[in-house]
């Protein structure tokens, strides 16, 4: 473990400002893709990134990168880290914008040290990683490895219905420059774990060796509007009934499968929802993750089949839309090892885990080698506004990536 530090006090004084802007009238943090929000978050990165005197280029779909090179390294493939600034609603302060704002200490640490670096560095910042307002999620990324076609991204229209390419410009972030202009020869992204493993096991450093697969769905369902007080039970079309029949198969398919499944109903929606109104329909997503291909597999298909048993019995019409599908990812060993060697040279007590959240690097992981870092999320709370990571594990975190990034800018 190099004996350089990232200066922790600037890391958790930036994850509180940035973490103080996009919060709404309800006082909840939210910065969702392409917002006015999202910009105030945007402006602040690239300020800190241009005050340190690294060079700021933004791409066709808007993603944000930092770029730290010598002379002697201009033109060499950098080794890149990173992660997303924009949130979910009603969001924590650490969930993504640590990663990011972690790579842009690590890069300022080594420059401040004058370390000859073989390659130069970049800290990204990828649009629309949360996909709570456009779709898919990891989008920015998504398109930066050639998994979705920029064209296509830019006409993605959002939840409140404006199209993803109007909003980048609308905000200033419509980069020219074509996702994928730059090929790391490595990428390594630290986040939050989000979930309860590392703090309930006393660990300080997970080492993130692959990812989930994830399935994200929205299900329309057609019933028939009526009288909730002269409809008989067994004349009605109730779209809400069919999709609470749905929310509960979900749950019981995930809890059948254990482990190795999760499936959450994040959303619901009636019309006309009205408490006297049997529903005409009903919108719901469904969210299904597992680290196993075969399993999402045949939970989705197990899904489709009582989506048409739910449909015949309760006479209402269903149609589903694909929202997001990844496959599970493997991360590169290599950068595995080398993040375990620094742990070790740190001192630090490590566990490999499975990340059961999506992220960037499970793009990523398509156009060069790749791996996580995790800190522990007291309680496992994420997602919410009291997530929340120590600042000594932040630390921990983050120059544990310092020494990765130097190890991996120095002879990979
Ligand atoms: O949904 C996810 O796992 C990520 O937070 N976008
Ligand atoms: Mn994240
Ligand atoms: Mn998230």
Partial sequence: MTRMTVDSERLVRRLKELGSLGVDQDGRLTRLAATDADKLGRD????????????VFI?????????Y?????????????????????NAGKFDGCYGVLAGLGVIETLMAE?????????????TNEEGVRFTPDMMGSLVYV???????????????????????????????LDPGFLTPEAYVELHIEQGPILESLGIQIGVVENLQGISWQRIAIDGVANHAGTTPMGLRRDAGHAAAKIMEFVHELATEYNTEMVGTVGSIHFEPNAINVIPSRATLTVDLRSPKEERLLTAETALADEIISISNALGVSVRSETLARTQPVQF??????????????????????????????????????????????AQGISHNPDEYTPDFDLINGANVLLGVATDLARTH
């Fill in 114 to 126: 004058g370390i000859y670096l073989a390659r130069p560095l970049v800290v990204a910042a990828f």
């Fill in 44 to 55: 602040l990165f690239v300020r800190w990134a241009k005050e340190a005197g690294l060079k």
């Fill in 59 to 67: 791409d066709r779909i808007g993603n944000i990168f930092a770029i």
């Fill in 69 to 89: 090179e010598t002379r002697e390294n201009a033109g060499t493939a950098p080794i890149m880290m990173g992660s997303h600034i924009d949130t979910v609603i």
């Fill in 146 to 176: 050639g998994g979705m076609d920029v064209e296509e991204a830019l006409q993605a229209v959002s939840i409140d219905g404006k199209l993803l390419g109007h909003e980048l410009e609308r905000i200033g972030y419509a980069g020219k």
């Fill in 332 to 377: 590169c060993n290599d950068i595995v090892d080398r993040i375990e060697r620094v742990v070790e040279l740190g001192g630090f007590k490590s566990m490999r885990i499975t990340s059961g959240a999506g992220h960037d690097a499970q793009m990523m992981a398509r156009l060069c080698p790749t791996a996580m870092i995790f800190v522990p999320s």
